[in-house]
């Protein structure tokens, strides 16, 4: 059986008992398979069918598969169309609300890799809002499982794949060429918290007015437990807050009855009761 093959099986099998949805990997899975065969090589082990019973044989080791299992990708402005709806309507609304609540508007982004997604956010905050509501407050909160990626958030430096779609005047404005890297104005960072968490075992506190949950809960979870933390991230919205998923994830609307469609085509779902 071809190397591919073993870990395909491989993953088969574990997937699952990490509570991972196996269809969220179909498209990375030579990503996860690199690292596994990595750690064969260092623990000396003949491939992935021993691997399997060295983890039967020493349970500690799911911690390290299940860390192995993480898919990093982000870019600023991803979905750019998105962007653009959150700009023109969305946060002229939420901030509308919040400013009338007398409050800061409050956004988490959730699985947040290198701070793509939370920076972006800033970005548009800075570039397209501060003028038109200049007392709203806003406060970011980003959270991710992974050191690695909370260090790279903190650094801020970025190739020039990451930001291809950020606007032209913003990348002018907001971001300094240094070593071949594109470093993001410590203004624009110290607009965002980051904070080291595992969203199975831990969220931060609400109310949010806007979530990014995209590429993570409903890509990589196996169903119960996407619909348990959909619920519990979902519970955090104001009414009338807005949560964003990915383009390629299933988001269990019909789990969730205090949520309805904002735009189906841009996975935007509002909160439109309270939860009971
Ligand atoms: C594919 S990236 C998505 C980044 C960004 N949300 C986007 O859509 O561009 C998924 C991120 O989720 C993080 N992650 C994976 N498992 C996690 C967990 N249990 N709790 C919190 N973050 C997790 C990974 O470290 C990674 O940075």
Known sequence: MSN???????????????GLRREGYKKVRRQVCKRIQARIGELHLS????YRDYIEDNPGEWNTLD??????ISRFFRDYLSWQVLGDEVLPVLATKAHKEQRALRCWSAGCASGEEAYSLA???????????????????ATDIDE???QRAARACYTGGCIKDVPLPVKKRSFRKREGLYCLDRRICDMVSFLR???RHAMPEGPFDLVFCKNLVGMYFKREKAVELFREITGRLTVGGIILTGKHE??????????????????MYIKSIPNS
């Open 4 to 18: 591919s093959n073993e870990c395909q099986r491989f993953l088969h099998w574990a997937l699952p008992r990490l």
């Open 47 to 50: 491939g992935f069918s021993a």
């Open 67 to 72: 860390a192995f299992t993480r898919i990093t």
């Open 123 to 141: 970005l548009v905050w800075h570039h397209r809002m501060s003028e038109k509501v200049p007392r709203q407050r806003i406060e970011i909160i």
């Open 148 to 150: 690695h990626m909370l």
């Open 197 to 199: 968490q595992d969203i």
């Open 250 to 267: 299933p988001f269990p609307l019909e789990d969730l009855p205090h949520m309805t469609t904002y735009s189906r085509g841009l996975c």
